[in-house]
């Protein structure tokens, strides 16, 4: 029975002394506690958010980069193409103005070809003409130097005249 | 029996350990009994008078070192009379005198003091308990010593926490604040929230002081030697004093719906002669549950490690200590978890009680 009778004396210091560690350990040990545990938690939290955002931050740069990339080799492969096609069309204008040119010089040529030949042909014909009128000046100047042959042939000429 | 082989056999070294376990652990408490049993040398072994003398409180404090006699430090008594204050040292009043001899009276200011037992009484000229005279102990007595030392591990620990989270804001915990955390932590998160829900912050003071005020008296209560070696969680008026605490925190901080229930539950009219007396009994009997609870547990542990270590004494024979020392050592471990679990209960309870009392009802 004696174990479970309180005894007064220890009913009250405890109370006392349990109230003063209370108070103590409330003000100078619980509350500088639970409150870095707070802010620690909080801080945690923040950081955790703040990675979040950061991560889609970067998530977002990420995509933004490889549309830009994309963007830039579509980009990058129009242009190629384009001047594959203007090389293309420059080398098949090139050719086709050196034919064009070539062409045209032939023409020239052939044309002043002609020209240069008939001159030359008019030429070697007035020559012709001329040694064949002296050739002939000279034959018949030949055949014509005695007065017989000259008379034959008047006398020829004369009977072939039908008046 | 050849001592030889038992130096020489593997168990040595585990029954050194054993002994010298022992010999620190009942120091205290058994050197002077068997002192008691030389100066009454018929008188044979009591274990009651051995475990009660521990389990109980006295006005001496032991201290023991071993190899060496037992010496009692006296105590103040402190005593209110109806007639005044009266203080003067436990010597006088012999707090160690011989079962069997009259103890000595000391003439105080007002009266003459007596030990009857543990207990302090006054007297008259003949040495006839005086019943007029009206005398209240609040002497400093072997139990509130070890709570004041109790409370001094309790406020250097903790001040050395909160020095630390001072000191390294910020930054991860380290030493004494790493090992603490996770129980503040958990007294907070697994204790505190789920029983008392958004409120909670309002009681994380008397739920913390609560929790590591029983666990630190509870571990310091299996220290066999100092300063352990009392057993102050399993005194009814420590319980007592805490449950009070618990009761008053719990009426004050109930709201309407708490109050509701108890005087004005839905219920048909004729069952309110019933079920208000019961819910009256309700509000006592959740505290007094905690008393007990926590009065048993620790009494009846120190209770069983003392009555094995008695065995040795009854069987009057060492080799006995092969079989209770390794009891003993296992009661230590259960008692270990005990003095961990009493303090998480007893906080789980109070964090519940509370909860019940502030919930909010939506209907």
Redesign the interface.
């Known amino acids: 029975m004696?174990?479970?009778?309180?005894?007064?004396?220890?009913?009250?210091?405890?109370?006392l002394?349990?109230?003063i560690?209370?108070f103590?350990?409330?003000k100078?040990?619980?509350?500088?506690?639970?409150g870095?545990?707070n802010?620690?938690e909080r801080?945690i939290e923040d950081s955790l958010s703040k990675a979040e955002a950061a991560k889609d931050e970067m998530a977002r740069l990420t995509n933004e980069n490889e549309s830009l990339l994309k963007q830039a080799r579509a980009e990058r492969d129009q242009i190629l193409s384009d001047a594959r096609k203007v090389k293309e069309q420059m080398i098949a204008d090139a050719k086709e103005l050196a034919h064009k040119e070539g062409a045209r010089m032939i023409e020239l040529a052939r044309v002043e070809i002609n020209n240069q030949k008939s001159i030359a042909m008019a030429d070697v014909k007035n020559q012709v003409a001329t040694l064949s009128l002296q050739i002939a000046e000279k034959v018949l100047r030949k055949q014509f130097e005695d007065h017989q042959k000259q008379d034959e042939l008047v006398s020829q000429l004369l009977k072939e005249v039908k008046l | 029996m050849n001592n030889s082989s038992i130096l020489n056999s593997k168990i040595f070294k585990p029954l050194l350990i054993s002994a010298l376990f022992l010999l620190f652990c009942v120091k205290p408490t058994l050197s002077f009994s068997q002192e008691k049993a030389a100066e009454a040398s018929e008188k044979r072994f009591d274990p009651k008078e051995l475990v009660?003398e521990h389990?109980?409180?006295s006005h001496s404090w032991p201290v023991s070192v071993p190899f060496m006699s037992e010496h009692f430090v006296a105590l103040p008594i402190?005593l209110y009379t109806d007639k005044g204050l009266e203080i003067f040292s436990s010597e006088k009043l012999g707090f160690h005198h011989a079962e069997g001899h009259e103890a000595p009276v000391y003439k105080g200011e007002h009266y003459s003091y007596k030990l009857e037992?543990k207990k302090v009484v006054a007297v008259n000229e003949t040495g006839e308990i005086n019943k007029e005279a009206k005398v209240?102990?609040?002497?400093?007595?072997r139990?509130?010593i070890s709570?004041?030392m109790g409370?001094i591990v309790?406020?250097i620990i903790?001040?050395a926490?909160?020095s630390a989270?001072?000191k390294r804001?910020?930054r991860a915990p380290k030493g004494l604040q790493s090992l603490l955390?996770p129980v503040?932590?958990f007294v907070?998160d697994d204790v505190a929230i789920p029983n008392i829900g958004v409120k909670y912050?309002k009681y994380?003071?008397?739920l913390?002081?609560i929790f590591?005020?029983i666990l630190i008296n509870n571990l310091l209560g299996l220290v066999p030697f100092f300063p352990g070696g009392f057993n102050l969680t399993g005194?009814?008026?420590?319980t007592?004093?805490?449950s009070?605490?618990v009761l008053i925190v719990i009426n004050f901080s109930g709201n309407k719906y708490y109050w509701k229930h108890i005087f004005a539950p839905g219920i048909p009219l004729w069952l309110y002669p019933i079920m208000v007396p019961v819910e009256i009994i309700g509000i006592i009997s959740k505290p007094f549950a905690l008393m007990i609870r926590l009065?048993a547990n620790i009494?009846a542990g120190h209770i069983i490690v003392l009555s094995l270590i008695s065995l040795i004494f009854i069987f009057k024979t060492a080799w006995m200590s092969t079989v209770s020392v390794p009891f003993v050592v296992f009661m230590d471990c259960i008692e270990l978890l005990v003095a961990f679990l009493q303090a998480f209960i007893f906080t789980m309870l109070t964090s519940l009680f509370i909860g019940m009392a502030v919930e909010e009802h939506h209907h």
């Open positions: 004696e174990l479970v009778t309180p005894d007064l004396g220890l009913v009250v210091w405890t109370t002394s349990f109230l560690l209370l103590i350990l409330g100078f040990a619980w509350k500088p506690i639970l870095a545990l802010d620690r801080f | 009660f389990i109980g409180d402190i037992g209240y102990d609040f002497s400093i007595t139990n509130v709570m004041w409370m309790l406020l903790f001040f926490v909160a989270y001072k804001s910020g955390e503040i932590l907070r912050a994380m003071p008397l913390l002081t590591f005020f005194n009814i008026a420590v007592l004093v805490l009070f605490i009065f009494t």
